[in-house]
């Protein structure tokens, strides 16, 4: 191991971790205002990537073509809460993770429908194809070093809108007594409509984000969705702030664990053991961080508040 290669998966490990809070911001929104378990998020993830495809197609330009993406799944958002997730408010949750799971796999096959089982691509924007020097020996990519900062961005317009705003105002309302914030007169299906289609067009955006990267594919939604979960989990239901130290938390020990982990055993296994068991524990690493945090902090690094 080098320093070099170990800083270049450090930023790997944080560019994972801001796509994970981007997609852990709109479940824990959902969840914490809602009361909602989305399982279909994934598919929202996996729809923005698609939708970038078709827009930057039509456009032939990556930056007319992200927003154009971003307002349809954000419509798409709209009609699925009309349609769908209103008639959940208030269920037991197994009926919502029924329903929304048959939501994904209504989306995936429309997704086979509409663009095929191949996988696609987005282009890179050529301003962005490049690389940049950050020390002797170290050249990283200038998209990777874009999609973190735009996520960092993200959060801070997110800090801002929830602590700041009337809007936000009305979501830590809603989140603490939607009915009490009903009765005072605030329209409250109008803003878990607003809420749930915000929550879906942050999801599109690190789909369309991650296209260029990533191969745009059915299903490429199904392992972040369950990560989202273990950073949703980790940092605290319901918690921004536990959603984005989370997710930067699991992209880290990820994507170490994977690079590194086995080269670790090596000093204390043979080569072959440590071979045949550096993977597994690998995977398994963000699962054996979330169990060990809930054993000390059963409620996650930041519950919101009761």
């Known amino acids: 191991m080098t320093l070099t290669l170990f800083l270049v998966q450090m930023l790997n490990g944080l560019q994972l971790g801001i796509l994970l ?55 798409l958002g709209l009609l699925l809460e009309r349609l769908v997730i209103r008639q959940l408010y208030g269920r037991d949750h197994l009926d919502q993770v029924l329903a929304t799971f048959g939501i994904i796999l209504f989306v995936s096959e429309a997704v086979r429908m509409v663009w095929g089982s191949a996988p696609l691509a987005i282009p890179m924007p050529e301003a ?123 992209g880290l020990i990820d994507t170490l664990g994977r690079s590194f982990l086995t080269d670790f055993l090596k000093l204390v296994l043979s080569a072959s053991a440590a071979s045949a068991a550096g993977p597994a524990l690998a995977s398994m690493s963000v699962y054996v961080l979330m169990a060990a945090i809930l054993f000390f902090r059963p409620r996650g690094l930041f519950p919101a508040p009761a």
């Open 21 to 75: 809070f981007l997609v852990a911001a709109g479940l824990t929104l959902v969840f914490g205002v809602m009361d909602v378990i989305n399982l279909a998020h994934g598919v929202q993830y996996m729809l923005g990537a698609y939708l970038m495809v078709t827009a930057t197609a039509l456009t032939g330009s990556f930056w007319l073509g992200l927003p154009l993406a971003l307002a349809a799944a954000l419509v």
């Open 128 to 250: 962005l194809s490049g690389s940049v020097r950050l020390m002797d020996g170290l050249n990283y990519p200038v998209y990777r070093l874009v999609l973190i900062g735009a996520g960092l961005g993200v959060a801070g317009l997110l800090y801002v809108l929830v602590t700041r705003t009337r809007a936000g105002m009305l979501l830590r309302a809603g989140a603490t007594n939607a009915p009490m914030v009903s009765a005072l007169g605030v329209d409250i299906n109008a803003l878990f409509a607003r809420i749930f289609a915000f929550g879906a067009m942050l999801a599109a955006f690190a789909g369309a984000m991650a296209g260029p990267i990533l191969s745009v594919e059915p299903g490429m939604g199904d392992n972040l969705l369950i990560l989202a979960f273990v950073v949703i989990v980790i940092g605290g239901i319901g918690s921004m702030r536990g959603a984005f130290v989370a997710a930067l938390l699991v």
